[in-house]
């Protein structure tokens, strides 16, 4: 059995690496990135101000009408700071997808770097990349690793749904988002919109990560390198996905 050989192994050094680099990346993308948006309140401010100096420097003064001006310069600064806060939002998911990718595609790496121990080749490679993240958890699962079982599991699920929606929209993963995780799509008109009994006519645009879940989606990808066990050995208990087992068996033909 193909099965009997499989071994996967992360050393301490890798482990470490792979956490250094999340954390460089969040820490970056924090003081680099999300940082130049922790004033918009005094910039749609200084937005208005500047309007209403400008006005009250090329308006005729025999009619001049302060309230119009007043009244332009607040729709300015309120167009303002929803523009910003728009761009912040949109900021913020790029920086969730990011990371996200950063992990998947590490993780995956690695899966198929460890996979060349036990005969893994071209197939094998390509069936780690095209399989969703539901598969990939479950063949960690069946490595005893029981990933979906661990505390941080469903920030993980979360921001696979939370970056599925942000790059394409309406789909399955909307779907399920609503269904399990509706605080990432809270409606703006309701304080307690994750409460609400039909959210059928939410869609996509109402996609929202605080800063506070952006920190719980990081502390998950961290806790996540840390509980892989440095040392996957062979046991009768262990269950190969029948999609692995037949890449592997591709390439074992191959090889002959």
């Given amino acids: 059995m193909v099965w009997q050989i499989m071994c996967f192994f992360i050393s301490q050094v890798m482990r470490e ?33 500047d309007y209403w100096e400008k006005r009250e420097e090329t308006l005729n003064p025999d009619f001049y009408d302060p309230c119009s001006i007043a009244e332009a310069a607040y729709q300015m600064g309120g167009d303002y700071y929803c523009l910003l806060t728009e761009m912040h939002e949109s900021t913020r998911l790029s920086v969730v997808a ?3 990718h950063q992990w998947d595609k ?26 969703p993240f539901k598969d990939i958890i479950n063949l960690l699962d069946r490595l005893g690793w029981d990933v979906s079982g661990k505390p941080y599991f469903n920030s993980l ?37 994750f409460d609400r009994a039909d959210n059928s006519w939410i869609d996509h645009t109402h996609l929202r990560v605080s800063d506070a ?8 990808i961290v806790e996540f390198w840390r509980n892989i066990p440095e040392y996957t050995l062979d046991s009768e208990d262990l269950s190969a996905p029948s999609w692995l087992i037949r890449a592997i068996q591709t390439d074992a033909e191959a090889n002959i």
């Fill in 213 to 220: 879940q952006l920190q719980s989606f990081s502390d998950a």
């Fill in 98 to 100: 990011g990371m996200y």
């Fill in 157 to 193: 699920k979360a921001c696979d749904l939370v970056v599925n929606v942000y790059k394409h929209g309406e789909g399955r993963s909307l779907n399920e988002l609503k269904q399990e995780f509706p605080q990432f799509l809270p409606d703006p008109l309701s304080e307690h919109s």
């Fill in 17 to 49: 690496s792979l956490i250094a680099e999340h954390r460089f990346y969040i820490d970056q993308a924090r003081s680099r990135l999300l940082s130049q948006f922790s004033n918009i309140s005094d910039e749609a401010d200084k937005a208005a101000n």
């Fill in 106 to 131: 590490k993780l995956r790496e690695w899966l198929v770097w460890e996979s060349q121990k036990f005969g893994g080749r071209a197939a094998v490679e390509e069936t780690f990349w095209r399989k």
